[in-house]
């Protein structure tokens, strides 16, 4: 069972950055899509951004569209959501998750039912 930790959370003030990173236990690592979810209080847990094995292909939640960017490092065992124009609406705990499929290569219909691997969170929380 692959173990995910998270981290990079944190308060920042709305138009801030923040990075987060991603770091699984499992050397296969590489061949698993990763993505980042995030749960506001009161709300469902959502996808933000998916990346597929190679890194080649990526989808993202209209709301962090342009402003969100995912990458991983598969030498690192580590995924990685670079997060700029923060804003209020952007607060939430954010997990990372890994497909239970290997070598899928197209992430964009992808669900939280397509993810059996979660971290345990990072708070996010943006100040206005």
């Known amino acids: 069972q692959v173990q995910l930790v998270e981290s990079g959370g944190g308060l920042v003030q709305a138009g801030g950055s923040l990075r987060l990173s991603c770091v699984a236990s499992?050397?296969?690592?590489?061949?698993?899509?990763m993505g980042w979810f995030r749960q506001a209080p009161g709300k469902e847990r959502e996808s933000v951004a998916l990346i597929n094995w190679s890194g080649g292909n990526t989808y993202y939640a209209d709301s962090v569209k342009g402003r969100f960017t995912i990458s991983r490092d598969n030498a690192k065992n580590t995924a990685y959501l670079q997060m700029n124009s923060l804003r209020p609406e952007d607060t939430a705990v954010y997990y990372c998750a890994r497909d239970i499929i290997a070598m899928r290569s197209t992430v964009a219909t992808m669900g939280i039912r397509d993810f059996g691997s979660w971290g345990q969170g990072t708070q996010v929380t943006v100040s206005s």
């Open positions: 499992a050397r296969t690592f590489s061949i698993y899509a």
